[in-house]
C-alpha cells in the first residue's frame, strides 16, 4: 500500500490508498513549526498509518516547493524551515526506507493521471488554476520533471497572442518577467486584471457570479478568460498533444468553463482535424495528497532469468 503527504501550512494531510487507489485509512495533524518536530511528526504518522493497515507501506510526500535536483536540499518550500535541509535523506534515515517528495502541481497531475479525469491516456497535462498557475505533465504514468525540475511550468511562458488592444496593458510577474499566463489565467491574475481596469475590488467568485448575472464587463472579462485560457492549453497540446488536458484549482468549479475552453482551444491548435480533450480534475483538494500517494515506483513484478 501506498501513504501519501500533502504538507500545508496549518495541516498535513494523510491518506493511505492500495494499489486499485482505494483509500484505506485517512488522517489529518497539525503542521509542526521547527524541523525537527517535523521529521518526528512524519514518523510518528507513518508508524500510525501502517498499523492501521496492518503492512509496511511507501511513501510519498507532497508540498509546495521543490528537492533542488543540483543540491537534492529543499527550496522553495512554504514551510520555510524545511529549505536547506536533505529532507529526502533525514526521513529515509528516520524510517528505514526511501521517501519520494515532488510538488503539488507534480501531485496533482499524477493523481489525474493515474486513476482520475485523465485514467487510461499515455500523455496527460495537468493544470492547476488557483492562487498560480502551476503544470505537469505525465507520460505512462509517471511524471516527466526534466534536468531543472521545471518541466511544466507553463505558467511562467509568455501569454500567447499578447495583444495589449485586446488582453490589457503589460502585467509583471513576481518571477521578474512580463505577461506570464500566471498574471492572466490564475484566479488572482483573473480578479486582478479586472479590478485594476474598472478600479474594483471584486473577488473571483464575485466576478463569475456578476459574469452569470450577465453584468457587461464582467460577461466580457469572462469570455476574454475563456479565450486566454484557451490559448494557453493549445501552446500545451501543439507540442506535447496529450491524450487528456486536466484542469483543476478554483477556476475549474466555475460552471461551463471547461466545456467552454475546450471549444475554443480548437480555434487554436495546429491540425484541423485535431481531437482534443480538456477536462476538470475529477479528485478536487484531495489530489495533492493522493498524487503523493502514487509518487514511489510501482514494484516491479519479479523476473527471473537464467
Ligand atoms: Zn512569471
Redo the contacts with the bound molecule.
Sequence with gaps: MRIGFDIGGTKIETRVLNQQGAEMFRARVATPHDYDTFIQTIAAQVKEAEQAVGVSCSIGIGLPGAVCPHTQLMKNANCTFLNGHDLLADLARELGKAVYIDNDANCFALSEARDGAGKGGNVVFGAVLGTGCGGALVVNQQLITGRNAIAGEW??NPLPGYTPEIDGPARA?????EN?I??FISGTGFSKGFNQRFGTSLTTPQLIAQAEEGQINAVHAYRLLVDQVARSVASIINVVDPDTFVIGGGLSNIPGLIEAVEKETYRYVFSPEAKISVKQAQYGDASGVRGAAWLAPSPQPSTETR
Design positions: 505558467g511562467h510577474c513576481y518571477c521578474g518577467r506570464c500566471e498574471t
